[in-house]
């Protein structure tokens, strides 16, 4: 069965720490660029960082910028999305999706989801 199954979500105080799995199966995560997007009620979707498929460069939007980190373990068929230093304006679900390049923060561009993990930052 082809599928991304985001976990690691959960309630956290501000400051604090979590970090998202994104695994796939039934296919190979390598080939692809894959891409953190976030969304928060009444607000749409935004990517938050995306890992490419040849060199595994990283990219973030500013918001993100010095508290989150991306990364993969081709190993494991596992993309993660370290996330430090959470704002309760982190609060979303937090969905993984396979793209060819990391060219676009568009979510249209990305063809391929998960069913999201709940993120949220409140004392």
């Known amino acids: 069965q082809v599928q991304l199954v985001e976990s690691g979500g959960g309630l956290v105080q501000p400051g604090g720490s979590l970090r998202l799995s994104c695994v796939a199966s039934?296919?190979?995560?390598?080939?692809?660029?894959v891409g953190w997007f976030r969304q928060a009620p009444g607000n749409e979707r935004e990517g938050v960082s995306c890992i490419s498929s040849n060199d595994a460069s990283a990219y973030y939007i500013d918001a993100a910028k010095g508290r989150f980190t991306i990364s993969r373990d081709d190993t494991e068929n596992t993309v993660y999305l370290q996330m430090n230093d959470l704002k309760p304006e982190d609060t979303a679900v937090y969905y993984c999706a396979t793209a060819q390049f990391c060219t676009s923060w568009y979510p249209h561009e990305y063809n391929f989801w998960g069913q999201g993990t709940q993120v949220t930052v409140s004392s």
């Open positions: 039934g296919f190979t995560l390598n080939y692809y660029a």
